[in-house]
């Protein structure tokens, strides 16, 4: 018999066709793909991927439906129907997957939604969830070094910042501090970093890019932000962070170590009330961008927006505490 994976999508060869369906061949007596989940033109022969489940009869049944989550994954689901015995969740498949009351950390109320991981019931064999995450992801051995870039999922908030799972297998903390934006429970953050690696194999992580990768980016912004906004902009050390991430959309640390990194560069000339662009040539990256060269001359006067607060000199060297 041909090894099915369960919960899986599975590249099966169409075995042959019956009124309400086609049979794919399993190596036995077939897994059926119902009708209504029949793709249009599909012949006896053709080989399609399909995900596999057990159906409310507890036999296998194929679908070309893709649901939230596929067994390993962690995924936030809604919570659609309560029993005694559990819950039961929305998983984007015509049944739904249950969680057990022993799989739960307290009751899950209907309408609620919850992270939780599908994994393969060892006594029935189905797919089934459980909210207890901690026991499926682990820091003992890891798998990620400092500086790794790596892919987050939002597990809960705490105190200090959020928890969040590192891809899929370890566990991490974003400060509070470094978030300039809303997160939500379950949401992924595909572009994430190892800050640092503390006692205990705890991992520090970082959103976004980091390093001179992230600062390209970031001198970018400056950059096109200038030439769109006069070659001026009334932003300093003392600018409040609010005020530099609702304009600029990074943090005030990030901004004031691009903006003394654009100094050195001679991108850019930096002013009591702010900043201003020095004259530039453009010429293209390999990639497309603009990229400035500058010119040996005088800026010229320009207008101005509306400055945030009140100007101060800016010392694109001290120390940044914020």
């Known amino acids: 018999m041909s090894?099915?994976?369960v919960g899986q999508f599975n590249l099966m060869r169409?075995?042959?066709k019956v009124d309400f369906g086609f049979y794919m061949d399993d190596?036995?007596?077939?897994?059926?793909?119902?009708?209504?989940?029949?793709?249009?033109g599909l012949q006896v022969g053709d080989t399609i991927s399909v995900f596999v489940y057990h159906d409310s009869d507890n036999r296998l049944i194929a679908t070309t439906q893709e649901p939230f989550a596929v067994v390993g994954d962690i995924a936030a689901l809604k919570v659609v129907a309560v029993t005694q015995q559990g819950a039961f969740m929305d998983w984007g498949l015509m049944k739904d997957i249950f969680v057990p009351v022993s799989q739960q950390l307290s009751t899950m109320r209907l309408g609620g939604k919850y992270l939780v991981k599908l994994y393969i019931d060892a006594q029935t064999g189905r797919v089934a969830a459980t909210e207890k995450i901690d026991k499926q992801i682990s820091n003992e051995f890891l798998t990620v070094k400092e500086g790794d870039k790596v892919k987050i999922q939002v597990y809960r908030e705490s105190e200090i910042g959020y928890v969040v799972i590192v891809n899929q297998v370890h566990q991490g903390l974003v400060y509070k501090n470094e978030v300039f934006t809303h997160l939500h429970i379950g949401q992924f953050i595909d572009e994430a970093f190892v800050k640092k690696i503390r006692e205990a194999n705890k991992l520090d992580i970082g959103l976004g890019k980091q390093g001179v990768e992230k600062l390209?980016?970031?001198?970018?912004?400056i950059v096109k932000l200038l030439r769109s906004h006069g070659n001026f902009l009334p932003y300093h050390d003392k600018s409040s962070p609010d005020?530099?991430?609702?304009?600029?959309?990074m943090s005030k640390k990030a901004f004031k170590m691009n903006v003394g990194i654009l100094y050195k560069s001679k991108l850019i000339t930096i002013e009591p009330e702010g900043i201003r662009l020095a004259p530039v040539d453009l010429t293209k990256s390999e990639e497309g961008d603009e990229l400035p060269i500058v010119r040996n001359e005088q800026p010229k006067s320009t207008p101005r927006p509306a400055k945030p607060n009140t100007p101060t000199a800016y010392d694109a060297d001290d120390d940044i505490q914020d």
């Open 243 to 249: 005020d530099i991430y609702a304009f600029f959309g």
């Open 3 to 5: 090894t099915i994976n």
């Open 27 to 40: 190596g036995g007596e077939g897994i059926l793909l119902p009708k209504r989940f029949v793709p249009s």
């Open 14 to 16: 169409v075995d042959r």
């Open 216 to 221: 390209n980016d970031d001198q970018s912004i």
